[in-house]
């Protein structure tokens, strides 16, 4: 085979190069955006999916990441681990963690959960919800909520554990004072 010949049977179509750079920008995502925030969040409610109501009310003085995701959603799958492994090492410290599945029927969430061996809280989302934390337009997006209720960090993007201690444990201290 010469030269030529060897060439063009190994240089890629430019679709081979666009559906490369896809799949590598997809798969490298640049990090979550992280906006600070600083308001109440209305008064919310969920039923989680074994059936118990849970308020907002009933969190004070925790703090709390309110994860909004979906089954379907790759990022949100590979951010799980990551959340259950911070949620079980701070749970302790007063930290929790709701997951809200923006589309999902709580028998599948539960299945999904117990496949997985997740234990925090996961529900379906609701209208107070939405009410609360606004318009959810993408998945994964998360909010961090202080001790008293004040949405504090919207995460609109795949969290990382670095990412949650940073933004987290301030506010656990903050609380404990």
């Known amino acids: 085979m010469n030269r030529q010949a060897f060439i063009k049977k190994w240089t890629p179509s430019p679709l081979t190069l666009i559906l490369l750079g896809l799949v590598a920008y997809l798969w490298f995502r640049p990090p979550a955006d992280v906006s600070d925030e ?3 969040a209305s008064p919310w409610q969920v039923t989680l999916t ?3 109501a849970l308020t907002s009310d009933s969190l004070k003085g925790k703090v709390v990441l309110v994860n909004f995701w979906a089954t379907w959603c790759p990022y949100c799958r590979k951010e799980k681990p990551v959340i259950d492994e911070f949620w079980r090492d701070y749970q302790g410290r007063g930290f929790e963690v ?5 589309d999902d029927p709580p028998e599948k969430i539960a299945a999904w959960m117990q496949d997985k061996d997740y234990a925090f809280m996961a529900a379906p989302t609701s209208p107070s919800v939405a009410d609360a934390f606004g318009s959810v337009q993408s998945v994964p997006t998360s909010f961090i909520v202080d001790a008293e209720g004040h949405i504090r960090h919207r995460i609109a ?3 990382h554990y670095a990412r949650l201690k940073e933004l987290v444990t301030p506010l656990l201290r903050a609380s404990t004072r």
Do not use: H, L, P
């Open 157 to 159: 993007g795949q969290v």
């Open 98 to 102: 709701v997951s809200i599945s923006i």
């Open 38 to 40: 600083n308001r109440i």
């Open 50 to 52: 074994d059936g118990r």
